[in-house]
């Protein structure tokens, strides 16, 4: 069974509609990450959360919101989904205990949702 | 700010080629990491390596190959006798130790395709 699962893994939906994808993880992980990925731009950090009580804005939350319902699940929600949030979207998971020398996480990604808004 | 930039949007080899994907990375940090990530077409996201940026040694892991240059803020890959498999989208990222969240900066992707 895979460490990270996403689900669904595609959606098409319609603008105005609600929208939640879901992220569970058996790493045992503590960090939790959503990601969107656009062509030709990388990935860009939606939220983040470092415990259940911890979540943060990234770079691109607006339209956005997320919860932490355990250590293992991370969902993201779309309140009123729009045709620009048509992407690809990423969960990913890293370990605290094991930051490097520069005390940063490695980050393990689930298979990613493609999401189509119409 | 951290930027990752991958001027290669895309390369073609024949099989057993070696092809060389290059990563350029601005940084104001003295300590940060740097990754790569493979992406096949199934649309995974697989980690590949870390190198932090105090350790400028050279790593080979089979048919794969990181040369990490502070001198030119560089962390390039090189895939030796390139197979079929390897027809992926390859990312660099850099993650700085005073970056907020943790934060993973991509840059834009270099695709590989392997032809038979």
């Known amino acids: 069974d895979a460490d990270v699962t996403q689900t669904p893994r595609n959606r098409i939906t319609k603008t105005g509609k609600r929208i939640m994808l879901e992220c569970s993880q058996t790493?045992?992980?503590?960090?939790m990450y959503w990601y969107r990925q656009d062509p030709g731009l990388g990935l860009r950090l939606i939220y983040y959360?470092?415990?259940?009580?911890?979540?943060n804005k990234g770079e691109i939350s607006d339209g956005y919101s997320v919860s932490r319902q355990a250590q293992a699940k991370f969902s993201l929600s779309l309140e009123s989904a729009i045709p620009n949030q048509t992407a690809l979207y990423f969960c990913?998971?890293?370990?605290?205990?094991?930051?490097?020398?520069?005390?940063?996480?490695?980050?393990?990604f689930g298979p990613g949702t493609r999401l189509t808004v119409l | 700010a951290q930027k990752v930039t991958q001027a290669q949007t895309e390369i073609s080899v024949v099989e057993k080629e070696d092809v060389t994907l290059d990563c350029v990375y601005e940084t104001r940090d003295t300590t940060y990491y740097l990754f790569w990530y493979k992406q096949p077409p199934s649309g995974e996201l697989v980690f590949l390596i870390r190198?932090?940026?105090?350790?400028?040694q050279n790593e080979i892991s089979g048919r794969y190959s990181w040369n990490f240059q502070k001198s030119t803020s560089s962390f390039n890959f090189t895939i030796t006798a390139s197979q079929v498999v390897d027809s992926a989208v390859y990312f660099c990222?850099?993650?700085?130790?005073?970056?907020?969240?943790?934060?993973?900066?991509f840059g834009g992707g270099t695709r590989v395709l392997v032809k038979p």
């Open positions: 990222a850099l993650s700085e130790a005073e970056a907020a969240g943790n934060k993973l900066t």
């Open positions: 190198r932090n940026s105090f350790d400028e």
């Open positions: 959360s470092f415990d259940v009580k911890d979540i």
């Open positions: 790493k045992g992980h503590d960090r």
């Open positions: 990913a998971t890293s370990d605290s205990r094991h930051r490097g020398l520069a005390g940063v996480d490695t980050q393990y």
